[in-house]
């Protein structure tokens, strides 16, 4: 059972416009969502995260939006620049003290030049 | 740069054989995870320590599977009698801090290939 979701495997933007990718989940004891990036040959890093008692948390070009009644949340880029072309996943906690994260399939981003 | 070291960065073995993995978190971080992540999708949690104690385990990770953290400081990811459905990149994760929703910082990853 998936209860992180990424629907679409891919997404191609032009640079400056706005980059939007989208999650999924199932699990209504998550509380804190997070976004990581992922270069080829390299570890996740992380981007931004919100806690559920948010809707909407801001880091310069990065926001993330959290939508509880929808169980959804969505990364929005602006401007998008051809540095951001990576895999991102989105992740999710709750229900414990580990901190262990179940992550989403990636998406991979595309930014043209 | 003191961010979380893994070796080998790449482990070509045949079935059956053993592999084993280190992990070295970045400094003072009490917190680590082993996560793996197969083509096509995200990471997968597979199991957690705090300092010394190996307080959670995915039930992806069979008996033949172990992971240690002697000292709560580096950590080793044993496989034995390795299949090739234990191909995959496995990563290594640490945080500090008391609180779970402390950032997780990962290291490059393993790449296992079983042949």
């Known amino acids: 059972d998936q209860q992180v979701k990424q629907n679409s495997p891919s997404l191609s933007v032009q640079e400056g416009r706005i980059s939007i990718l989208n999650c999924d989940y199932t699990?209504?004891?998550?509380?804190?969502f997070l976004w990581y990036k992922k270069y080829p040959a390299e570890g996740p890093t992380f981007l931004i995260s919100?806690?559920?008692?948010?809707d909407k948390n801001e880091d310069g070009r990065f926001t993330v939006f959290l939508n509880k009644s929808a169980k959804h949340l969505s990364l929005h880029i602006v401007p998008s620049q051809p540095g951001d072309s990576a895999v991102y996943f989105c992740?999710?906690?709750?229900?414990?003290?580990?901190?262990?994260?179940?992550f989403g399939q990636g998406t991979t981003l595309q930014v043209k030049p | 740069d003191t961010g979380v070291s893994q070796d080998p960065r790449h482990k070509i073995t045949k079935r059956g054989q053993n592999v084993t993995f280190r992990c070295d978190p970045i400094?003072?971080?009490?917190?680590l995870y082993w996560y793996r992540q197969t083509l096509g999708q995200g990471p997968e949690f597979l199991t957690y320590?705090?300092?010394?104690?190996?307080?959670?385990k995915s039930r992806l990770l069979s008996d033949r599977f172990s992971a240690e953290r002697p000292k709560g400081s580096f950590s080793t990811l044993e496989i034995q009698r390795t299949e090739q459905g234990d191909s995959a990149m496995y990563l290594c994760?640490?945080?500090?801090?008391?609180?779970?929703?402390?950032?997780?910082?990962f290291g490059p990853g393993t790449r296992l290939t079983v042949l």
């Open positions: 320590f705090q300092n010394e104690a190996q307080l959670e």
């Open positions: 994760a640490s945080s500090f801090g008391p609180r779970s929703t402390d950032t997780q910082y």
């Open positions: 400094s003072e971080h009490n917190r």
């Open positions: 919100i806690s559920s008692i948010k």
């Open positions: 992740a999710a906690s709750g229900s414990g003290n580990t901190g262990k994260l179940i």
């Open positions: 699990n209504s004891m998550f509380d804190y």
